[in-house]
C-alpha cells in the first residue's frame, strides 16, 4: 500500500446547509401561498458531500471548510461527526453566516439553487500549513470558483506545496457566476494531477463544445487526469495515454442533487485504493448513481453488497469491496 492509500484524504472547500423541496412547480404569485410534499435540511457543498461518501465506503477522510457561528454551522459539524469524518479542520468564522442554499427540485429530478455564499468566502491559504498536509495522502479540493477568498493564486499556492509534500491533489471545479472562469481556475491546473468537472463547467472553462474537446483543454493546461461529469450520460475520463467513455448506471432518479460529489468520492476512493483510471470512473458512476435515488446530496447508503452487484467480475476493486 502506498503512502498516500494510508494516510487517507483531506477534502478541502465549500459546506453548505441545503434546504431542499421537493417536487417544484413554479413559484406562487407574491403574496401568495404555495404547496409542497417535502422541505428538508441536508448537509450540502462539495467538500462535505464528498467527505460523507467516502466516509461510507470506508476511506479515512478529514474535512476542511469554514463555517459560521451559528446553527447552520452546527448542524454540518454534527453531521460530518456522526457521519464518520473527522471534523477537527473545520474552522468556525464569526464574521460570516454559514454558507446556505435553497434547492428547488423538479419532479424529475432536476435542480435550481438560491445560495449564500458566507464562510465559504472566508478560506485561505494558512488554514493549510505544512504539518496539518503532510497527514494526509491525497487533497481533495471541492468547489472551486467558489471560494472567493482562495480561489485562484491562493488554491494554486496550496496545491504546489500538498504536491511538494507528496500527496496527490485532486480538484472539482464549481460553477462560476463571475464568468471568469479560466482566468480563475488557470494558475491552479500545472498543481492538479487529476481534475473533475460537469459539462456545463468545462465548457466554461474550456470554451470548448464536447467532451473530448473538454478534456483535452484541460490536460494542455498541465492536468495529469481528466473525469467531464456527464450526468445522465456517464462520464467522460482522459489522460495523456488513455481514454474511457463510461455510461451511467440505470437507476431509478429521485434527486440529483449532489451526485457530481458522489461520484468525485467513487473516483477518490479508486485512487486511494490503486485503482486505474477506468476503475476509478466506474466507481464513481456507481456512486454518483446511487445518490441520485435519495432526496439530498449525502443521504444515500453505499452497501459492499450494493457495490460487489454492481462491479462484480471486476476484480480490480477487490481492495474496496
Keep these: 500500500m502506498s503512502a498516500q492509500q494510508k494516510k487517507g484524504i483531506l477534502a478541502a472547500g465549500i459546506a453548505v446547509a441545503d434546504v431542499i423541496a421537493r417536487p417544484f412547480r413554479d413559484l406562487p404569485e407574491p403574496g401568495s401561498l404555495g404547496l409542497i410534499d417535502e422541505i428538508g435540511l441536508y448537509s450540502g457543498g462539495c467538500a462535505a458531500n464528498t467527505a460523507l461518501s467516502l466516509a461510507k465506503l470506508g476511506i479515512p477522510v ?60 472566508a478560506m485561505r491559504p494558512e488554514q493549510f500549513p505544512d504539518q496539518l498536509l503532510a497527514r494526509y495522502g491525497i487533497l481533495h479540493m471541492g468547489g472551486a470558483l467558489l471560494l472567493p477568498g482562495f480561489d485562484g493564486q491562493p488554491m494554486a499556492s496550496v496545491l504546489a506545496r500538498a504536491r511538494a509534500l507528496g500527496l496527490a491533489t485532486v480538484l472539482d471545479t464549481a460553477y462560476d457566476r463571475t464568468g471568469r472562469w479560466m482566468q480563475t481556475l488557470g494558475p491552479c491546473l500545472p498543481h492538479v494531477d487529476a481534475l473533475m468537472a460537469g459539462r456545463n463547467e468545462a465548457a466554461g472553462l474550456t470554451g470548448a463544445g464536447d467532451p473530448d474537446g473538454m478534456a483535452d483543454g484541460f490536460l494542455a493546461r498541465g492536468v495529469g487526469r481528466v473525469a467531464i461529469k456527464l450526468g445522465g450520460e456517464g462520464c467522460l475520463l482522459k489522460s495523456a ?12 432518479v429521485v ?47 453505499i452497501e459492499r453488497d450494493w457495490l460487489r452487484q454492481r462491479l462484480q467480475g471486476l476484480g480490480e476493486f477487490a481492495p474496496l469491496l
Design 241 to 252: 495515454g488513455e481514454r474511457h467513455r463510461l455510461p451511467a448506471f440505470d437507476l431509478p
Design 62 to 121: 478529514d474535512v476542511l471548510a469554514c463555517v459560521g457561528c451559528d446553527e447552520f454551522g452546527d448542524f454540518i459539524a454534527r453531521t460530518l461527526e456522526r457521519g464518520g469524518v473527522g471534523a477537527s479542520a473545520v474552522v468556525r468564522v464569526r464574521e460570516y453566516q454559514t454558507s446556505s442554499t435553497v434547492v428547488l427540485v423538479s419532479e424529475d429530478g432536476e435542480r435550481s439553487f438560491l445560495h449564500c455564499t458566507g464562510a465559504n468566502g
Design 255 to 301: 434527486d440529483t442533487t449532489g451526485a457530481g460529489d458522489a461520484f468525485a468520492a467513487g473516483f477518490l476512493a479508486g485512487l486511494h485504493s490503486g485503482l486505474g483510471l477506468r476503475e476509478c470512473g466506474l466507481l464513481g458512476c456507481a456512486c454518483g448513481g446511487r445518490c441520485v435515488g435519495y432526496l439530498g446530496a449525502a443521504s444515500f447508503p
